[in-house]
């Protein structure tokens, strides 16, 4: 997959990185943190996809819930109508996640790992801030993800 550290749905956990693959925020749902934490408007969410499917074959969509594939979710979620148009329109999963991927830095950025969730990191598992900080940016900067690994190899080694 070309979006190797791609995170979670936000609606599963994902960080506010998912936020390319969210539909328009038109109920309560977990968007409205993800937006509060890439400090976006619902409007200029709004718009910011809008003016990248405008730009990108992710505009097309006819027949998908929101009627753009900006709007749709990871292909590892089952969904026949995002299926459905990426086979009309030829498009592989490849290039859906290159050009998500593309969407969400357009969207929050490219982040590097805060040095609080790195010291937290740390602190919890009892390792050095180098070793948090690398497990933190092997999982794409997802905090959730990178306990959960950090868990596993305390579980492995005993700890």
Not at 17 to 36: D, S, T
Not at 75 to 87: A, I, T, Y
Not at 122 to 130: K, L, N, R, Y
């Amino acid at each position: 997959m070309v979006w190797e550290d791609s995170p979670s749905h936000v609606c599963r956990g994902g960080d506010k990185r998912a936020l390319a693959f969210c539909c328009p925020p038109v109920k309560p749902c977990p968007i409205i943190y993800a937006l509060e934490d890439a400090n976006l408007s619902s409007q200029d969410y709004i718009a910011k996809k809008e003016e990248f499917g405008k730009k990108t074959r992710l505009g097309q969509g006819e027949g998908t819930c929101f009627g753009s594939l900006v709007w749709c979710c990871k292909p590892s979620k089952p969904c026949p109508l995002r299926d459905m148009v990426m086979r009309r329109i030829n498009m592989s999963s490849d290039e859906y996640m290159e050009l998500k991927k593309q969407l969400s830095e357009e969207l929050v950025g490219v982040s590097e790992s805060s040095q609080e969730e790195v010291k937290a990191l740390a602190d919890a598992f009892d390792i050095p801030e180098e070793e948090a900080n690398t497990v933190l940016q092997e999982c794409g900067n997802d905090l959730r993800m990178a306990a959960k690994i950090l868990k596993m190899k305390s579980l492995e080694s005993g700890k």
